[in-house]
Structure formats: structure tokens, C-alpha cells
T-cell receptor, first 112, second 117 residues
Framework: QQQVKQSPQSLIVQKGGISIINCAYE??????FPWYQQFPGKGPALLIA?????SEKKEGRFTISFNKSAKQFSLHIMDSQPGDSATYFC???????????FGKGTRLHILP | EPEVTQTPSHQVTQMGQEVILRCVPI?????FYWYRQILGQKVEFLVS????????KSEIFDDQFSVERPDGSNFTLKIRSTKLEDSAMYFC???????????????FGPGTRLTVL
């Protein structure tokens, strides 16, 4: 299955709170899991990515948690800021091909 | 910082008409891609292009679609006879050499919104 399922569709978080977005996949050939951030009028931009040989990757306030056995991964945004308000896409790739398989996206709004 | 650019930002066309969407990838990149996003849906892969030929395409990329790199800078997507369901945001992306171990990041342009009436 080439799908990546993402939830929630939209999320509202208070400034300073933790934003959590979840994704699941089925294709075990996927071996690279990027997250993209998209602001209005812009294309998706790589935010952070993880490979399945690690369970967590942290870059600043952004953390990916990866559960290989459950085939799930999630993005945590700590100390969420109004500037984080954007659409977030989880995605998956296989080394065998070029295409990125995107989730449906989560529209995140951080309340000031 | 170099970026992918796309023109036009919005294209309105009548059903059955041909459209050409244009992209200028990052200058030293070798791999080029088109994705589309129907309103409210996920971003979907259409085609990848390397060394002047298609390297991979999705089932969406049928005979109505074609890609071309007419010169050293532009990368185009042509839809021969547009249908209502072709209305979407079309994103171009480019990436650098595969000599870098692991994955090479795809850099996305801002998109062209295509509206078919």
C-alpha cells in the first residue's frame, strides 16, 4: 500500500503548548520519513526527517518519534509559536524510487 | 538562497485547451519532478525526469501529460486537453546529484494553481 495516513486534519494549540501530529504507513519498503511545512502561497519545505533505524530525532523544538513495529511516526512541536501556524505533511519514501508519498496534511493554528 | 520558481502563479483555462506550466529548477540540480494537489487533498506525485527522460511516472500521468526541458533552465509540464478534474495546484521540485549518500532533498516551488472551467 502506497498510502500514508495522517491525523488530525486540523489542530489548534495555545502558544507555548505541544502540537502533535500522527502518521501511519503500511509499505515496509518505505525507509525515509520526512515532514514538510507549507505556508500559504509557498510549496512544501522539508522540516525534519527520520530513518527507521532510530526511534527519535530532535531538531530544536521539532521532534519526530518513530515506532517501526507499529509503522507509525509522529511530529511533536514543543513550545508552539504563532509562527508555526502552517500546514504540515508527513511523507514517506523508498530508496528504490524518486517519488514522495504525502499524507493529507494537518492545518495547524497556534493561538497567540 | 536559490529556489525553484514557477510561472504563472494562477492559470485559468477552458476545458479541452492545452496548458503549459513552467518551472525554473535550482540551477545545478539534475532531477526534476511534478506533483499536484487537488484542493483539500494530499500532494500526489506525477513524474520524475532525469537526463532528458522520464525516470518514473504515476498512473495519473497519462497520455494527456508530457514534460520537457526545452533549454538548460526551464522544465515544463504540458496538459494537452485539459479536463475539469485537472484543476489543482501543480508543484515543481528539483533535487541535486545522487552522489550524496542517502536521499537528496527535493526543493519545491510555490506552485501554479490551474483552474479548468
Amino acid at each position: 500500500q502506497q498510502q500514508v495516513k495522517q491525523s488530525p486534519q486540523s489542530l489548534i494549540v495555545q502558544k507555548g503548548g505541544i502540537s502533535i501530529i500522527n502518521c501511519a504507513y503500511e509499505n515496509t519498503a518505505f525507509d525515509y520519513f520526512p515532514w514538510y511545512q507549507q505556508f500559504p502561497g509557498k510549496g512544501p519545505a522539508l522540516l525534519i526527517a527520520i530513518r527507521p533505524d532510530v526511534s527519535e530525532k530532535k531538531e530544536g523544538r521539532f521532534t519526530i518519534s518513530f515506532n517501526k513495529s507499529a509503522k507509525q511516526f509522529s511530529l511533536h512541536i514543543m513550545d508552539s509559536q504563532p509562527g508555526d501556524s502552517a500546514t504540515y505533511f508527513c511523507a514517506a519514501r523508498s530508496y528504490r524510487d524518486d517519488k514522495i508519498i504525502f499524507g493529507k496534511g494537518t492545518r495547524l493554528h497556534i493561538l497567540p | 538562497e536559490p529556489e525553484v520558481t514557477q510561472t504563472p502563479s494562477h492559470q485559468v483555462t477552458q476545458m479541452g485547451q492545452e496548458v503549459i506550466l513552467r518551472c525554473v529548477p535550482i540551477s545545478n540540480h539534475l532531477y526534476f519532478y511534478w506533483y499536484r494537489q487537488i484542493l483539500g487533498q494530499k500532494v500526489e506525485f506525477l513524474v520524475s525526469f532525469y537526463n532528458n527522460e522520464i525516470s518514473e511516472k504515476s498512473e495519473i500521468f497519462d497520455d494527456q501529460f508530457s514534460v520537457e526541458r526545452p533549454d538548460g533552465s526551464n522544465f515544463t509540464l504540458k496538459i494537452r486537453s485539459t479536463k475539469l478534474e485537472d484543476s489543482a495546484m501543480y508543484f515543481c521540485a528539483s533535487s541535486g546529484s545522487r552522489l550524496i549518500a542517502g536521499y537528496n532533498e527535493q526543493f519545491f516551488g510555490p506552485g501554479t494553481r490551474l483552474t479548468v472551467l
